[in-house]
């Protein structure tokens, strides 16, 4: 199973970046998605997730602005990032589950986001 995430990059406090997630290896179909994120010095966080059937949840710090979704046919899951702000910094990543992130011993490659003006 391998997870790349892609999308990240540098922008400017207000503006939006979409994340992408693509999964191989492994049907996505049914399966639910987390996205995650670990700023220098913190802990890594679970902030958005989708159920199989497309439920989605997300921490405070970030509801309201992103948006998870999913596209079963390209095998690959989304992160609409709106009104970027300068804590929203960090190396994102998703994973299969949407667990606590001490639980999972694989993280596949992460995208950095930088908020910044």
């Known amino acids: 199973i391998q997870l790349v995430a892609s999308g990240g990059g540098m922008v400017q406090p207000g503006g939006s970046l979409r994340l992408s997630c693509i999964a191989s290896?492994?049907?996505?179909?049914?399966?639910?998605m987390g996205w995650y994120r670990q700023a220098p010095g913190n802990q890594r966080e679970l902030i958005a997730s989708?159920?199989?059937?497309?439920?989605?949840n997300y921490a405070d710090s970030v509801k309201g602005r992103f948006t998870i979704s999913r596209d079963n046919a390209l095998n690959t899951v989304y992160l609409q990032m709106n009104s970027l702000k300068p804590e929203d910094t960090a190396v994102y990543y998703c994973?299969?589950?949407?667990?606590?992130?001490?639980?999972?011993?694989?993280w596949g490659q992460g995208t950095q986001v930088t908020v910044s003006s």
């Open positions: 989708i159920s199989g059937v497309g439920n989605t």
């Open positions: 994973n299969i589950g949407a667990r606590r992130p001490t639980t999972y011993t694989y």
């Open positions: 290896g492994i049907s996505l179909r049914f399966t639910a």
